[in-house]
């Protein structure tokens, strides 16, 4: 029903910047909550960013005032903006947004979907 597709990952030096987008498509009525999460090699997956349908955001600590998320609602987009990138932000960031898919559903709770993942590195 719905896809989330990342881009932006890649490959930067310690102190870049990167920006992340995850566009969301298919059948959507309205999309609540968007996040990035993160995933380390040996670590837990761990939330990085979220930011209600309003634009009310928070943040990891270890990320705070390096990372900025925002949305345009027009778009079904989130967007991560990363700078100051630090060795240690290596990992797979995935995309989560959650999606009614119908005025009916919009009754209840909505659905969680999540992106592919999106390889980020960063090297000293």
């Known amino acids: 029903q719905v896809q989330l597709v990342e881009s932006g990952g890649g490959l930067v030096q310690a102190g870049g910047s990167l920006r992340l987008s995850c566009a969301a498509s298919?059948?959507?009525?309205?999309?609540?909550?968007m996040a990035w999460y993160r995933q380390a090699p040996g670590k837990q997956r761990e939330l990085v960013a979220r930011?209600?349908?309003?634009?009310?955001?928070n943040y990891a600590d270890s990320v705070k005032a390096r990372f900025t998320i925002s949305r345009d609602n027009a778009k079904n987009t989130v967007y991560l903006q990363m700078n100051s990138l630090k060795p240690e932000d290596t990992a797979v960031y995935y995309c989560?947004?959650?999606?009614?898919?119908?005025?009916?559903?919009?009754?209840?709770?909505?659905?969680?979907?999540w992106g592919q993942g999106t390889q980020v590195t960063v090297s000293s």
């Open positions: 930011i209600s349908s309003g634009g009310s955001s």
């Open positions: 298919g059948t959507i009525f309205s999309i609540d909550a």
């Open positions: 989560n947004a959650n999606v009614w898919t119908s005025f009916r559903d919009y009754r209840s709770r909505p659905s969680p979907y």
